[in-house]
């Protein structure tokens, strides 16, 4: 084969390649940020959980507050993600809830991608609230393989 042939088959090779970044990409932007059930609210604030997805802080017209953890891909057997927002008042912790608290949609199984905590209510201003989520062996549920925090905000 000639050079001019293996340098056109490359072109295209890369070419091909390029093509596909857009459409990765664009995967990435429509996956939904701040659900809750099948509705969508305000994106306040998120953090990276360890490489393996993010934690929003989430709100709602009525700001009201949730966390919600969307996994980059669905956790290995023996894992599992959870979701944890907690509630703070005049600067000092208050209450936490988690995915598996009433209200939530239950903490991330193989097979899953999201969760998210029932919603405490920040309508008063003296509430300020923190999201963390984290990825978990089944063995150690108390020592998370990745983990992340928002800021604390309102």
Not at 29 to 47: D, K, L, M
Not at 64 to 78: A, C, E, I, K
Not at 109 to 114: A, S, V
Not at 144 to 151: D, I, K
Request: net charge positive; hydrophobic share 35%.
């Amino acid at each position: 084969m000639s050079i001019k042939r293996i340098l056109a088959a490359a072109g295209c090779a890369v070419a091909a390649m390029v093509g596909l970044a857009p459409a990765a990409t664009a995967q990435v932007e429509a996956a939904p940020n701040c659900q809750y059930g099948n509705t969508y609210g305000t994106r306040v604030t998120s953090a990276a959980v360890g490489g393996m997805g993010a934690i929003q802080l989430c709100r709602d017209s009525s700001y009201r507050y949730w966390g919600f953890l969307l996994l980059t891909r669905s956790p290995s057997s023996g894992q599992h993600g959870q979701g944890y927002l907690e509630r703070y008042r005049d600067g000092k912790w208050e209450s936490y809830v988690t995915c598996d608290s009433s209200g939530g949609n239950g903490k991330v199984l193989p097979g899953q991608t999201r969760c998210w905590t029932p919603k405490f209510t920040g309508a008063s201003g003296h509430y300020t609230f923190r999201a963390w989520g984290a990825v978990f062996d089944n063995p150690h549920p108390h020592d998370p393989v990745a983990s992340g925090y928002t800021g604390l905000t309102r």
